[in-house]
């Protein structure tokens, strides 16, 4: 019964955080932005379990375990560019440039 | 309305406020704070939704660890007295606006009713399992029976990333 609002808002929460990565230039609320898009999409996943059985939590549970690879690794990265670069604003990375 | 319509409203609006906030903030560890606010409110959302179990696994490893991943990372560089704004200029947020709003218009538009009545599940058979098996067997009986290969290959992914991690953060091997 409440599957049209969830969806709505896991919606409107994926819409923000897509125009966060667009909008901001530091790497690490960049990564918080995708977090975020990870969060709607975990939403979706719940509120359609409610009538396609419970594989939609199993789902959510591998995303949770992926999302936290994902920040280990991805913060590690940022970590080791820091030491290169002394900064993690995205701007003045700009290593693939000629 | 019933108390867990207007639970699932009064939390959906704290978590889509304070997403907005969270990419609004010019300091990241304002916007970190306001994230872990977010997914708080996300895991009283789930809880509205019958899982309750999912949403307790949120408050744990979301709220709990990749938070405190985030606010340990921002703690090492130095990054908590804001600085000079990273936003961008008025034409990336016109094109953020333009883009996202574009994005929630396209996710809208589809069908709205819901999965097709052939695959769906008749109504109450998730709270019906739920009463019979309680919150966590009803997660972990497919789990470990038909999803048990890619738990375990979840097990590797999780190895690598700590070497990864490690092998990344480290000056010298």
Same mark, same amino acid.
């Given at each position: ?98 | ?69 985030? !606010? %340990? #990372? ?5 990054? =908590?007295? @804001?600085? +000079?704004?990273?936003?961008?200029? /008025?034409? $990336? ?9 574009? !994005? %929630? #218009? ?5 069908? =709205?009713? @819901?999965? +097709?009545?052939?695959?769906?599940? /008749?109504? $109450? ?49």
């Amino acid at each position: 019964m409440l599957l049209g609002p969830a969806l709505t808002v896991s919606a409107i929460l994926f819409a923000l955080g897509v125009a966060g990565v667009l909008l901001r230039r530091n790497a690490i609320v960049i990564f918080m932005c995708v977090e975020l898009m990870l969060n709607a999409v975990n939403l979706t996943f719940i509120a359609l379990a409610q009538q396609l059985g419970v594989a939609g939590h199993v789902f959510v549970f591998f995303v949770m375990a992926v999302a936290a690879a994902e920040a280990a690794v991805g913060l590690a990265i940022i970590l080791a560019i820091y030491r290169h670069q002394e900064t993690v604003n995205l701007q003045d990375i700009h290593l693939l440039k000629g | 309305m019933t108390a867990t319509v207007v639970l699932f409203w009064v939390f959906a609006g704290i978590a889509l406020v304070s997403a907005a906030l969270c990419i609004s903030r010019r300091s990241p560890l304002a916007s970190a704070l306001w994230l872990v606010v977010t997914l708080f409110a996300l895991s009283a959302v789930y809880v509205a939704l019958d899982a309750q179990f999912i949403g307790i696994l949120q408050v744990l490893v979301y709220a709990g660890a990749i938070m405190v991943l985030f !606010l %340990f #990372v921002i703690m090492l560089l130095n990054l =908590g007295r @804001g600085g +000079p704004s990273d936003l961008k200029g /008025p034409a $990336g947020l016109a094109i953020a606006a333009l883009l996202g709003g574009a !994005l %929630f #218009v396209q996710l809208r538009a589809l069908p =709205g009713a @819901g999965p +097709p009545a052939l695959i769906r599940l /008749p109504e $109450g058979t998730m709270a019906a399992l739920q009463e019979q098996q309680g919150m966590v067997q009803t997660v972990a009986r497919p789990l470990f029976s038909d999803y048990l290969i890619p738990f375990e290959i979840t097990s590797i992914l999780l190895l690598a990333a700590v070497v990864g991690a490690v092998v990344l953060a480290k000056r010298k091997l």
